[in-house]
């Protein structure tokens, strides 16, 4: 059984994994859960209660062994191994992210695609832009891979529908716009414009 | 007071504003719970839960007048009007969101700083990118303002420490290291690396 079975504690253990890697680029051995918490946004006692599903590990005082615990946390998460990303949009924002890639994820851009076949051949980081009908010669098929939607605003619902038509279950949205897939599809966003208006309600609530 | 006082509540009615702004500018007059529910990512239940907070509004049947409703969430959100973003970082992830701006938001970037000088003077979209140390100059400082962290991985914090020195209040880093803010500041994030992380995780569980 999986014991880190809410969204709340995979999204905390995924931010403690990201600290934990940095402190052993770093090379930090041993880590406090005070350590962790205030870049992971939570609280020491949180980190131990967290932590404790690790059984050995948690003991008050002496810390947490970096390495051993990247390597449990990754294999707890299901991320020892990262899936291929396959990135639908070769404009200003699928550009950015084939070039720069994912900072401190682990997670490689293995294609780009674009519907727009003015787009298809240029370059975009070392890849090669290629038209989404290519999409069905992907050895595999998409079902393994995590598909990227970053395309022009109002056309990432086409841009969904093409990834789930091609085998895709798991996509990241990075479009602003209402999208919907069907119920074996996991869909996730990162919503700016969403958290701006969180900060904003913050803000307004300060006064 | 405000009854919208959750942050889940406060996130669906951000999303039932985006999605009520489209309908609005495709010229639809009235939608239906089942409309707003499936591009939000809910339910219709939980849309009529949501939207009862309105009174008059949510009479089942009847449909939500879309216009009214849109004015109605922002009041409560406190975005009727949004504050001007300040973007530190004018590296690829900076200036896209400078030359593109941010999709579906109502947010406008009002100027790009960055720490290095080999950046600054450049064009940022229609924007040119100063200096940090030119934040001190900004009218009325940076408390009413949002700022956001785009900067080269591994500064981030910098960035953020830069921000609070100025009187920055809020802010939105989408960079994915950890960073710390003082408690009086809303720090929230766009974890495009956690989001995948937990795309994984839940592609590992369909097996």
Same mark, same amino acid.
């Given at each position: 059984m999986n014991p880190a079975n809410s969204e709340a504690v995979l999204r905390r253990l995924s931010h403690y994994a990201r600290c934990l890697g940095l402190a052993v680029a770093d090379g930090i051995d041993t880590v406090t859960s005070e350590y962790l918490a205030g870049p992971c946004g939570t609280t020491s006692a949180s980190v131990r209660k967290d932590l404790? @599903?690790? !059984? #050995?590990? $948690?003991?008050r005082g002496s810390g947490y062994p970096a390495r051993d615990l990247l390597r449990e946390i990754r294999e707890v998460l299901g991320i020892t191994e990262t899936p291929p990303l396959v990135l639908i949009g070769a404009g200003r924002v699928g550009r950015a992210i084939a070039e !720069? !890639? @994912?900072?401190?994820? $682990?997670?490689?851009? #293995?294609a780009v695609f674009d519907t727009d076949r003015e787009l298809t051949g240029l370059p975009a980081g070392g890849l090669i832009v290629r038209h989404?009908?290519? &999409?069905? $010669?992907?050895? !595999? $098929? &998409?079902?393994d891979r995590i598909g990227i939607i970053a395309v022009t605003p109002g056309r990432a619902q086409e841009a969904a529908d093409i990834l789930v038509g091609f085998g895709c279950r798991s996509i990241l949205c990075l479009n602003m716009e209402p999208v919907s897939v069907p119920e074996d599809v996991t869909l996730r966003r990162t919503e700016m414009a969403t958290e701006l208006d969180l900060l904003t309600h913050a803000m307004n609530s300060r006064r």
């Open positions: 404790s @599903i690790f !059984g #050995e590990f $948690g003991k !720069g !890639g @994912i900072p401190g994820g $682990g997670y490689t851009v #293995e989404t009908d290519e &999409l069905a $010669g992907m050895e !595999g $098929g &998409l079902e």
